[in-house]
C-alpha cells in the first residue's frame, strides 16, 4: 500500500516525544536502582524497591490509591451516563445545563481542592453550617481518618463528572435514531430504551471514561495533595503522594524506585482492562 | 516540493536538538562550576556594585516574615542602597522541598532564610552555601550558634533572630479564673486540662492543618530526655539509641497519644491552621498551645496588647525536679554560592547582625529569647512570656532541641505525631516507624550504620 505520508513526518513528533518521554523513562530506570543526591549517583542494585516495599504507609498507600481510582471511576461513569441521558433528552435549557455540568472541569484542581477543604471545615464550613441549620451534624469531612479519603472521592467526582458526561453525550448523540424509532413501533417504554440500545451502544464511550477515570484515579497526586497532604496523619495517602513525600525528603533514588513501581502498577491494572473493555465493544 | 519540505523539516529538527541540548549543557555546567562562577562574579558585582543600588533577592518561610525583620531590611535599603526582594515560602515540609529544589535545580534567591541544625545539615550545605567563617562580623556571633550551622569545619549562617523555646503557651487569664497553677509534672499538665476542659474551653490547642506544629509535645520533651539519659544524642547519632528502645524518648509519643485520648484538643484539630491556634490562643478560646515562641510578635502584630496574657511554661516531666526549657536555635541566613552579588550579600549580614540592626528589629518585634550574638541582651520591655522563661536560662535548666545536637531529623515526623494524635497509631508504633525514618535520613547523610 503507498503510504499517505512520508516518515519523516514523524521526526518533529518522534523527538519530542523521545526527549520528554523515552529518555527519562529510561533514565528513571536507571536512577532507581541507585542511591543519588541529583548531581551523584552509586549504583545499589534493587536496594530502592527492597526499601519501598518495606515503606510501613505502603499498604495504605496501595488500598488508597485502588479504592480511590475504582470509586471515583464508578461515581464518574454512573453518574456522567445518567447526566449524558438527560442531556440528550427533550429539555428546556439544555445547553446552559450542559454548559453547567462541564463548568467544573474548567476549574484547576488546586482552586478546587482548597475550596472544599475551606467547605468541608468541620465547624466553619459552608456543607456542616448548611446541615446545622437542618439540624443534622455533619461529620468531619477531611479531620475524621475513616471518611477523609472519601470526602476527597466525592471532590473528585463533582470535578471529573463533567468531561464523562461530554464524552457519553457524544456517544449517544452518535446512536442512529433509527433503532429508537423501531423501539417505538414495537412498543418499548423508555426504561427499554435505556437498557437495550443507549446503554450497549454507548459501549465505547463508556469504555474511554473508565480508561480514562481509571487512569487518572490511580496516579493521582493534586487533589488529594491540596486537601489533605495525605493526612490525617498517613489516612489519605495515595501512591502518588508518598512518592512526593519521599522526593521531597531528598531521598531521589528512593522516589524514582516508586515511581517505576507505580508505572507498573498503573500498567498491570489499566492494560488487562483496556482489552477487557474492548473486547466487549459492538458495531454500530 | 517534497524535497523543500525535507530541507525544511531536517532544519528544523536540528535546531529543536540543538536548543534541547543548549539547554541541558546550560544548566549543567552552572551547578558543576557554581563555586568557581559565583566568586568571579562577586567580585565583578563589587567593583560597580558600590555606588549602583543592588537587589538581592531573599528566600523566607512566611513565619519568619515579622514587622522587624521587614524595617532591618528597609534600613539596609536606605544605609547600603542594597534593596531586597523577599520572597514567601510555606513552612514546614512542604517549604523544606521547596528549598531543596531550587537547590538542586540552581535556581535558588541570592539569600535564604532556612533552619539551622539538623534540618541544615539535610541541605548538604558545603555544596550550595558561602563559607562565612573568614568573616569578621561573625566574630559577634557566639559559638554555641556556629556549631548549629557549620560542617567541615565551615561557617555558613547568621542567625535570622534571637534564640527560642519549644514549650507550653498558655492563656494567664484561663488559668487565673479557673485558680489554676502552673504545672511541675506531666500529672499536674493533664489535672489541669481536665479542667479546663470541664470548663467548656479548649485544653490543648491542636493545629494539625499545619503538619509541622503537631511535633512540638516530642520536639520540647528533649530536655527531659536529655536530663535522664545524657548521652541519647550521641548514642541517636551513632544509630544505638533508638525511640522504640528508649523509654524516655518513647515518652514524647506517648504524651501526643494521651493528649489524644483525653480528647483535650479543639474539635477541629485536625484541619485547624497556626493563624486559627494562634487567634485561639490569644483570644482565650484555648488554654494551652504547645508552640514555638516565634509566635509572640505573630500575636502582638495581630491581636496587640493580648500578647501581655500569655504565659510559658517548660512541658513538665513525669518528676518535679526535672524541669526546664528546650531551645530552638534561631534560623540561619545563607548566601547562594552561585548568586552573583556575594560580597553585597555579606554587606547584607555584616548589618543585618549589627547592634543598629537589632535595635530597629527590637523595636517593633520583640526577641523570643536570648540572643545569641555577643552582648546583646534581652531588652527590659520584652514580652510577659518572654520575661517568664528567663529565669531558666539564668539558672542553666535549658538545653537545645535534638535537632540542633544531632545532624539527623527524620523527615516523617510531622506525619507520625499527627498519626498519633489523631489516635490512628500508638505510640509504640510510632515510635517504630520513627526509627525506619531516621534510618533511611542516616543512609542519605552518608551516616555508615551497619
Known sequence: ?284 | MTKKKLHFLTIVSFLFIFMLLAGCSNSDSTSSEGGSSGSSEGSSGESSGTDEPVTLTLLIGESDDTEGFRAVIAEIEKELNIKTEVELRPGGPEGENVVKTRLATGTMNDLVLFNSGSLLMALNPDKYFVDLSGEAFMDRVMDTYKEVVSDNGKVFAIPNKSSQVGAWLYNKKIYEELGLEVPKTWDELMENSEKIKAAGKTAVIGTYGEIWTSQLPILADYYNVNSEVPDFAEQYTAGEAKYSNTPEALRGFERIQEIGERGLMNEDFAVATYNQGMEMLANGEGAHYPMLSQVLPLIKENYGDKVEDIGVFPQPSDSPDTNGLTVWMPSGIMINKESAHVDAAKKWMEFYISDKAIEIYESHSKSIGPYVIEGVEVPEDSYAAVKEMMPYFESGNVYPALEFVSPIKGPNLPQICTSVGSLQMTAAEAAKMYDDDVEKQAKQLGLDWD
Open chain 1, 1 to 284: 500500500m503507498k503510504q499517505m505520508y512520508p516518515y519523516y513526518f514523524l521526526i518533529p513528533a518522534g523527538i519530542i516525544y523521545s526527549v520528554f518521554f523515552l529518555v527519562p523513562t529510561a533514565m528513571s530506570f536507571f536512577y532507581s536502582m541507585t542511591w543519588w543526591t541529583l548531581d551523584d549517583w552509586e549504583f545499589i542494585g534493587f536496594e530502592n524497591f527492597v526499601q519501598f516495599f518495606q515503606e510501613p504507609s505502603l499498604r495504605i498507600g496501595f488500598r488508597n490509591t485502588l479504592v480511590f481510582a475504582f470509586t471515583s471511576m464508578g461515581g464518574k461513569a454512573v453518574l456522567g451516563l445518567l447526566l449524558a441521558t438527560f442531556l440528550t433528552t427533550k429539555i428546556r435549557n439544555k445547553d446552559l445545563l450542559r454548559s453547567v455540568v462541564f463548568f467544573p472541569a474548567l476549574l484547576s484542581t488546586i482552586a478546587v481542592g482548597y475550596t472544599f477543604k475551606s467547605m468541608m471545615h468541620p465547624t466553619n464550613g459552608l456543607i456542616n453550617s448548611a446541615l446545622s441549620k437542618l439540624g443534622i451534624t455533619g461529620p468531619n469531612w477531611l479531620g475524621n481518618p475513616d471518611i477523609a479519603l472519601f470526602s476527597v472521592i466525592l471532590t473528585e467526582i463533582w470535578k471529573g463528572v463533567g468531561i464523562a458526561t461530554v464524552i457519553f453525550i457524544a456517544g449517544i448523540m452518535a446512536i442512529p435514531k433509527d433503532y429508537y424509532e423501531a423501539l417505538k413501533i414495537d412498543g418499548g417504554n423508555s426504561w427499554q430504551s435505556f437498557f437495550h440500545i443507549t446503554l450497549p451502544l454507548s459501549r465505547p464511550a463508556l469504555n474511554t471514561v473508565i480508561i480514562l477515570a481509571l487512569i487518572g484515579g490511580l496516579r493521582n497526586f493534586d487533589l488529594v495533595w491540596a486537601m489533605t497532604g495525605g493526612g490525617p496523619g498517613f489516612s489519605t495517602d495515595l501512591l502518588a503522594s508518598i512518592v512526593y513525600k519521599q522526593y521531597a525528603s531528598g531521598f531521589f533514588g528512593l522516589a524514582t524506585a516508586g515511581n517505576v513501581l507505580m508505572f507498573i502498577f498503573v500498567a498491570l491494572i489499566a492494560f488487562p482492562i483496556f482489552k477487557f473493555l474492548n473486547r466487549k465493544e459492538v458495531d454500530l
